[in-house]
């Protein structure tokens, strides 16, 4: 029940949104100078009725200010064949715009109620049922559209297919007199609006009120696709799946991290260890070094003390050789004493040699036999 309310509110609603939309684009298209000016350039309206295209516009002007109600009559001062003259002199025009004011001022304000009622209704038909309004106000709107455009949909093909039956179908659904009617050869106003004047114009309102309601449309169809049970498990699923990527991207980037830190880890204690090894090797260098030098100072010791000694032993080579020349004389008097002993001994056989004696003590060393007697 609340759904039928909700949507029925709804589809009434559009409706009166979708006529305001109408007579707001007329008010548009009939203000829109330049479309107008357009207008009598296309139709050559100026060379037939010998009025500049200027003073057509502002002509133009009065009739939609009179009939806005913005002023008070439609007289309007023009330059025809070079002669200042009133554009609407006929009478029956100035009864006819009295006419129209009437329709457009009670149009306008019945507009003006619509709209109040228009919102009551969508502010009713949202209330009913909130969680679902978006869904409901959807709903009531594409069926409110659906109405008026099969209503537009006839009344455009009908005025497309024969536009003077449509309109006068119009002014006789309207107007309850004959002032409409005019005759051309006295009327400058039907001659300055033609009925191509007004086919353009209504072609151009169902221009500018299509494009809203087609907008409008649009929406309503996207709000009920998501509101849609089936939109709304996509949506779960597809956010469920989003949430597990944008996790396993968390965990992918924080297990990088962490590799990217162990990495850095194991490199600074790779630098360590690789400092303290080359201290190391620098102590290890330093003290072979240092052995070395001592190795080569005590080598250079050696040498120097071998040299020394050499020197010494030069030094007292000398003496040495003195000694030995000294003694040697006394080596060669124990030969020359034997020779002398010799000629005692001839004729007898020569004696035995004699055991070497033992060396006697008082470590006195005989070289010279002479105490061996």
């Known amino acids: 029940m609340r759904k039928f309310l909700s949507v029925s509110m709804a589809m009434v609603a559009s409706i009166l949104l979708i006529l305001v939309l109408v007579f707001t684009s007329i008010g548009l298209v009939i203000n829109d100078e330049t479309f107008i000016n357009n207008e009598f350039t296309k139709l050559a309206i100026s060379q037939k009725m010998g009025v500049s295209n200027t003073d057509l516009v502002r002509s133009m002007n009065r009739l939609v200010d009179y009939m806005e109600g913005d002023a008070d009559d439609i007289n309007v001062e023009v330059t025809i064949d070079g002669q200042k003259v009133q554009m609407f002199d006929y009478p029956q025009e100035a009864e006819h715009m009295a006419d129209v004011r009437q329709i457009y001022t009670t149009i306008a304000g019945y507009r003006d109620i619509g709209v109040l009622v228009m919102l009551i209704l969508f502010l009713f ?42 309109w006068t179908f119009f002014h006789q659904t309207l107007f309850w007199n004959d002032l409409w009617l005019f005759d051309g050869t006295q009327s400058r106003m039907i001659n300055m609006l033609p009925e191509d004047v007004f086919a353009d114009i209504i072609a151009r309102i169902g221009i500018y009120a299509g494009a809203v309601i087609a907008a409008l449309i649009a929406l309503s169809i996207t709000a009920l696709v998501l509101s849609s049970e089936g939109y709304k498990r996509r949506r779960a699923v597809a956010l469920a799946r989003k949430k597990a990527q944008e996790e396993a991207a968390t965990l992918r980037k924080k297990a990088r991290a962490e590799v990217k830190a162990a990495a850095e880890k194991e490199k600074r204690l790779a630098e360590k260890r690789a400092r303290i090894a080359a ?27 071998q040299k020394r000694a050499a020197e010494e032993a030069r030094a007292a080579a000398p003496a040495k050789e003195s000694r030995a020349a000294a003694a040697q004389p006394e080596r060669e008097t124990k030969p020359r004493r034997e020779e002398v002993q010799k000629p005692s001994g001839a004729g007898r056989p020569a004696p035995a040699p004699a055991a070497k004696p033992q060396k006697k003590q008082g470590n006195v060393h005989d070289d010279t036999g002479f105490l061996d007697d």
């Open 125 to 166: 038909a949202a209330v009913i049922h909130f969680r679902m309004a978006p869904q409901y106000l959807s709903q009531g709107y594409l069926s409110g559209a659906f109405v008026m455009l099969l209503l537009f949909g006839f009344l455009g093909t009908w005025a497309s297919l024969d536009f003077s039956n449509f």
């Open 279 to 305: 201290v190391k090797a620098r102590k290890h260098a330093e003290a072979e070094a240092a052995e070395k030098e001592a190795e080569r100072e005590r080598r250079m010791a050696e040498k120097r003390e």
